[in-house]
Every structure is written in structure tokens, then in C-alpha cells.
């Protein structure tokens, strides 16, 4: 696997292809392995946060997402080879699993809100159909139900459990219970749920071809986003740089 510091987060550096590849590979062999994805958001409390830091480098794979992880990388001289949001990321790899004739993978959907999972569920069905979506479980739930939670997770036999929680919790909760989860892939895919449930719209074409999809979302929801996208992106080249300078 190619690596790269990204001041102190350890960045993989792949195509949609190659990681694909890598995924598929570790589904055949049956090797758990933990897929997270690093925005400027995820950078930040990475550098707050010492523990959450060694959960992303301890990542199997931590792809890159969005331009601003994308422009951080140019200033310890190395460059990515295509934008791997989790939005797009995800049914690209669905597509290829789609695609098997040998193996019809069983995938689990844990996040979101009450009901909007389910609905994200019977779409994906509907979309993926040599898929199987066994289960699904919205994010509200009392911590004191986590192992009943699990054990719905491995009674399905999800092969790949998709957890949308938002940073870092979806990242906490992975790391806190991988050795109870059975499935071989876990994935931390943020607002993927949401998005795929169609209670979400994501921005129009032109916003994602300008790399601006975070603006729109900001301007959906201006109250939440507005510190974390725009306080965030100043906070991130000032780490980018201090960073930078002591290298």
C-alpha cells in the first residue's frame, strides 16, 4: 500500500480501482479490515484529539476526501490520485460487488435517523439487486443496547456494515466494538445513509464538479456547518502549515 504523511495522519494514496481492489481482496480472504475517510472536519479533531488520531492511522485504509485534504497534500509534496468521498466511493464499490457472479456479499446499514436507514435500505435493493441488505438500525440508540445491537449485526451476516454516525463518533464506535463484529468489512461513510435514503438531496452537479458540496451543505444548514466549514477550513491550513515548517 502506498502510505503518506499527511503531517501527522498516515494517508493512502489510491485510485477508486486499487482501493476496490484491496477491498474486494480482504471480502474473498475473509480479513476484517476498517475503512475510514479523512475530510478537513476529521483532520482537525485529529489534532485535538490524540486518541481518535490513532484510530484513523490504525485504519487499514484512510482514503482522502474532498479538496481540502486534496490541497493539504501539496505541501508535503504529493498528490492524489482522484477524490475518494464516501458518497461517490461507496457505489462504485457497490457496483463492482454488483457486478460478481461468485459471491452475492450481505451488507448492514447502522446510522441515521429512525426510519431513514430502512428507507435507504429498500433503494439500495432496489438499485444493487445481486446485493443483499440484510439489516438495518438507525443511530438513536442507548448505549446499553450496543451488544443487542451487535448481535443483530452477526446474526445477519453482514459481510460489510456500513456505519454513519458522523466524525469521530462513527470512528469511536468501530474501535470500541470491532472484536465483538463479526463482518469482514466495516466502513465509517458519515452522511452515505442519509444521502442513499433520498430524505437527504446531495448538491446539484455543479457544486460536486466544482468541489464545493461542503458550500452547499452549509447552505442547507447554515446554523450546524457554518463554524465546522468555515472556522474549520482556516483551522486546518493553519495546522497544515505548522505542520509543514517542523518537517
Known amino acids: 500500500m502506498d502510505k503518506k504523511w499527511l503531517g501527522n495522519l498516515k494517508v493512502d494514496v489510491l485510485g477508486s480501482k486499487e482501493a476496490i481492489t484491496y477491498i474486494k481482496e480482504k471480502l474473498e480472504k475473509k480479513i476484517a479490515s476498517d475503512i475510514f475517510f479523512l475530510n478537513d472536519h476529521g483532520y482537525n479533531i485529529a489534532q485535538k484529539d490524540s486518541e481518535y488520531r490513532d484510530m484513523l492511522n490504525n485504519a487499514d485504509l484512510l482514503l482522502n476526501d474532498g479538496i481540502g485534504i486534496e490541497m493539504g497534500a501539496k505541501f508535503f509534496g504529493f498528490s492524489f490520485k482522484e477524490n475518494l ?6 457505489p462504485a464499490l457497490f457496483e463492482s460487488l454488483n457486478e460478481e457472479k461468485s459471491n452475492q456479499y450481505r451488507v448492514f446499514l447502522l446510522g441515521a435517523k429512525p426510519g431513514i436507514a430502512q428507507k435507504a435500505q429498500e433503494r439500495l435493493q432496489e438499485t444493487y439487486k445481486n446485493i443483499l ?20 449485526i452477526n446474526e445477519s451476516k453482514a459481510d460489510i456494515l456500513l456505519v454513519g454516525f458522523g466524525m469521530p463518533l462513527q470512528e469511536r464506535w468501530i474501535n470500541e466494538n470491532r472484536l ?4 469482514t468489512i466495516t466502513m465509517a461513510v458519515g452522511a452515505f445513509i442519509d444521502f442513499s435514503s433520498g430524505d437527504v438531496p446531495r448538491a446539484p452537479k455543479v457544486f460536486r464538479d466544482l468541489r464545493l458540496e461542503w458550500l452547499y451543505r452549509m447552505g442547507k444548514e447554515p446554523r450546524r456547518l457554518w463554524k465546522r466549514n468555515v472556522v474549520g477550513h482556516f483551522a486546518f491550513f493553519n495546522s497544515i502549515y505548522k505542520q509543514r515548517k517542523i518537517k
Open 180 to 183: 465483538k463484529l463479526e463482518s
Open 85 to 90: 468521498n464516501g458518497t461517490d466511493f461507496i
Open 133 to 152: 441488505f440484510v439489516g438495518n438500525q438507525d443511530g438513536y440508540f442507548p448505549k446499553e443496547n450496543t451488544d443487542r445491537i451487535i448481535h443483530q
